[in-house]
């Protein structure tokens, strides 16, 4: 385990990010907050670290589409993704920096990403993507959205936008590649598959949190917890079902969501 911290090094990188990263510095930073941030920090110090791990989930990505034969451009979209994850990390960050500083956090940087275990290239990359793009990815969206309409701080919810636009185009590549490779899977596959997306949907469904409060981007659970049973049901298990991937129908009554 080793202390969660951003670091750069400047020079060429910092003018080579520089384009995709300016719209943090035209935040409206000097908001007034209010004193009491104590969990808000906590969240977006936690949330820095997760858009951490989605840098590394794409850089997987990328990697197996390229192992897979898939389109050059869908491998590009997955790489470009990674800057993406990097930028929403260093927002995250610096929005705990404004709200009182972030928290200590340890984390093990070497399990950022859990393995695919499928026999073929093609199906490894599909249990990636799906369990990145088409779950973690489509559950972000409608999430953040919500986090955005109760954040009560412009500072906040303008960065929440510009986050959420990004996610939406994260969550559209599984279901490009998932037609594209869509001849070359069979039924294990695409069992395989729904039992990948089961595992993440229950991965990612909420636990019962300290306070449950909601602004300054925190959401409180008694609004949280139907968009996530809800965005399981359109955003998820609907279009894999599309695709012929079923999700189980154990998992989604587990998350709350409908089959
Ligand atoms: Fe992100
Ligand atoms: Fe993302």
Known sequence: MTAFELGVVGGPWARRLAPRRAWIDELPWDEQLPEDTGPARVMWTRTAFNEYASAAAFAEVAAHLLAAGAPIDLVAAAGDFVVDEIVHAEAAARLATALGGAVALEVDLEKLVRPPVAGSPLVRAAELIVRVSCVGEALTVPILKLSRDVAGSPLVSTALARIVADESAHAQLGGWF???????LDDDARAHLGRVAGRALRDLAPV?????????????CARYDPVFAAAATRHVARPLGERGIVVPAADLAAVGAAA
């Open 178 to 184: 998932l037609d594209w490779a869509d001849g070359q």
């Open 208 to 220: 019962p949190s300290e306070g449950c409060r909601a602004g300054l981007g925190l959401v409180d």
